[in-house]
T-cell receptor
Framework: AQSVTQLGSHVSVSEGALVLLRCNYS??????LFWYVQYPNQGLQLLLK??????LVKGINGFEAEFKKSETSFHLTKPSAHMSDAAEYFC??????????????FGTGTLLAVQP | DTAVSQTPKYLVTQMGNDKSIKCEQN?????MYWYKQDSKKFLKIMFS???????INETVPNRFSPKSPDKAHLNLHINSLELGDSAVYFC?????????????????FGPGTRLLVL
């Protein structure tokens, strides 16, 4: 069965510091992986996704993630944290449900706090 | 312009009541979803419709009934509300990708409906 595990339910960094949010996946087929961000009291917004091809994926707001098959990881990074990055981050793997429908299996989320 | 919208944004109600949440998307997508986010922020899919046809029906109590009157709308009706139904319910939509892998489809989420059952 496909799943994702996010290590660290809470991560705190200082403004300007490196952001590293960890995600490991389990999949019997080549995975399609997503990172979503949820700002307080809002819906989920796609940050980036890995489908095939280049393993380093660049997303919005300066975030990027690298797909590492040997480590079954898809960690999210940003070189320099900004106060506006404080949010909940979700890693997800896509599961085909048959036909034209997929469903997302989400990790438990990582709450990122950015200290001034 | 709002891509995926939900009404109401907040819903406070008593146990045993029946309530509906509405979702509309103006993206021209063919597939719509309902997700439930519990108090620990865990997100789980409930239902999915493709071209008004129910595709995904996860293990959800029969008290929950989705209805899709057309491709742009997916409503969620909940009968006999229970305390455990308190959660945030998200609607999402995605576009079929002819010739493209289904697994790569991005889902676009609405702002959520915060349901509190007292």
């Amino acid at each position: 069965a496909q799943s994702v595990t996010q290590l660290g339910s809470h991560v705190s960094v200082s403004e300007g510091a490196l952001v590293l949010l960890r995600c490991n996946y389990s999949s019997s087929v080549p995975p399609y992986l997503f990172w979503y961000v949820q700002y307080p009291n809002q819906g989920l917004q796609l940050l980036l996704k890995y489908t095939t091809g280049a393993t380093l994926v660049k997303g919005i707001n300066g975030f990027e993630a690298e797909f590492k098959k040997s480590e079954t990881s898809f960690h999210l990074t940003k070189p320099s944290a900004h106060m506006s990055d404080a949010a909940e981050y979700f890693c997800a793997v896509s599961l085909n449900y048959g036909g034209a429908t997929n469903k997302l299996i989400f990790g438990t989320g990582t709450l990122l706090a950015v200290q001034p | 312009d709002t891509a995926v919208s939900q009404t109401p944004k907040y819903l406070v109600t008593q146990m045993g009541n029946d309530k509906s949440i509405k979702c509309e998307q103006n993206l021209g997508h063919d597939t719509m979803y309902w997700y439930k986010q519990d108090s620990k922020k865990f997100l789980k899919i409930m239902f999915s419709y493709n071209n008004k046809e129910l595709i995904i029906n996860e293990t959800v109590p029969n008290r929950f009934s989705p209805k899709s009157p057309d491709k742009a709308h997916l409503n969620l009706h909940i009968n006999s509300l229970e305390l455990g139904d308190s959660a945030v319910y998200f609607c999402a939509s995605s576009q079929d990708s002819p010739g493209g892998p289904v697994l790569s489809k991005t889902q676009y989420f609405g702002p959520g409906t915060r349901l509190l059952v007292l």
